[in-house]
């Protein structure tokens, strides 16, 4: 069953100028992005910078105001409730970011940035509410005298690894994880995939990963979309992406992964200059004469493409 389906969803910010300081036009963040994602699974979203990954993650979970279109979790259209703080959507949608550095406030006590979510949402005494957090701290692999602690005290992944525990706090089933693993260095990325692997089994997690690391992503991800200028140039299963891409965006972003192998690295770099070329030479067949991409058509199953 789909836990989350986002249907033609618009984010529309408007550009302001003149004496007047009036409205001289849009920036089209997401432009028309439909999606679903079944419970329990993790759907990428990639694309280069500015191409509308956090505003579409910052509209699912109320941060960004939601210009036009729909959102069903759990089969019940919540869009007007999204930017309601006590909806009970509000507990079971959460988000994590890529820098834990300021997403923590620094004054506070690991203690308190936890139990933040549960102070705003469940009355809980004080004994309670350790309890809960030293559980949490658990979850993520931390030690409960971790709570006396400042966030400057941990390193990248450990301070990664609160800002999990506190977005777990209230028992969500959906995850918006936004670019977690870009600020950490390559070794510490793989743990904390992992760990992020391990609590959606063992908690039933549905997860939209946001990243514009191809590698990362094939790694987390079932299924795939491809984000441009706002809108899904490709979007499927994940093999169906990256065996068998089709949009010359896609396949320039799937030439740009770098080659573990030094024997390949000669015929990687051949590749990646053919499909330059390529990008230049039929970028008209993929944009149309607004420079805008098309809607997605379908190819064969779970296999969607953006084409004229
Ligand atoms: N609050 C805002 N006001 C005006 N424009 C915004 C706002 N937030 C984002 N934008 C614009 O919307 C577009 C999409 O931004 P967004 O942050 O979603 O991109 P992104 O894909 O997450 O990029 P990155 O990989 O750099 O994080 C950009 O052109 C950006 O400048
Ligand atoms: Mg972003």
Redesign the pocket.
């Known amino acids: 069953m789909a836990l989350l389906e986002v249907n033609n969803l618009n984010v529309y910010?408007p550009i302001r100028g003149g004496i007047l300081g009036g409205i001289q036009g849009y920036?089209k963040?997401v432009d028309g992005v439909s999606f679903r994602i079944e419970e329990g699974e993790t759907m990428g979203l990639v694309?280069e910078?500015?191409?509308?990954?956090?505003?579409t993650g910052k509209a699912i979970i109320g941060l960004a105001k939601i210009t036009g279109g729909q959102i069903l979790f759990n089969k019940e259209d919540i869009t007007e409730y999204i930017g309601k703080n006590h909806s009970p959507y509000r507990k079971s949608v959460q988000m994590i970011f890529q820098d834990s550095y300021s997403s923590l406030n620094p004054k506070k006590r690991v203690l308190d940035i936890i139990a933040e979510p549960l102070r705003n949402f469940e009355k809980l005494t004080n004994a309670e509410e350790r309890k809960r957090v030293d559980e949490l701290l658990d979850i993520v692999g931390l030690t409960p005298d971790t709570a006396v602690k400042y966030p400057h005290e941990f390193s990248g992944g450990q301070r990664q690894r609160i800002g999990i525990a506190r977005a777990m706090a209230l028992n969500p089933r959906l995850i918006i994880a936004d670019e977690p693993v870009s600020a950490l260095d390559l070794s510490v990325q793989a743990q904390v995939l992992n760990f992020m692997k391990d609590i959606q089994k063992r908690f039933k997690l549905t997860y939209l990963f946001i990243s514009?690391d191809l590698g990362v992503v094939e790694h987390m991800c079932s299924t795939i979309a491809i984000m441009h200028k706002g809108r899904f140039v490709e979007a499927g299963k994940k093999e169906n992406i990256y065996r068998d891409p089709k949009h010359i965006y896609t396949k320039r972003l799937i030439a740009a992964i770098p080659d573990i192998n030094p024997r390949r690295r000669e015929e990687t770099q051949v590749f990646r200059d053919k499909i330059a070329e390529e990008y230049i030479q039929k970028y008209n067949e993929y944009y149309n004469a607004n420079d805008q991409v098309y809607d997605l058509k379908k190819i064969s199953d779970n296999h969607y493409v953006a084409l004229p």
């Open positions: 910010y920036v963040a694309g910078s500015g191409s509308g990954k956090s505003t514009h």
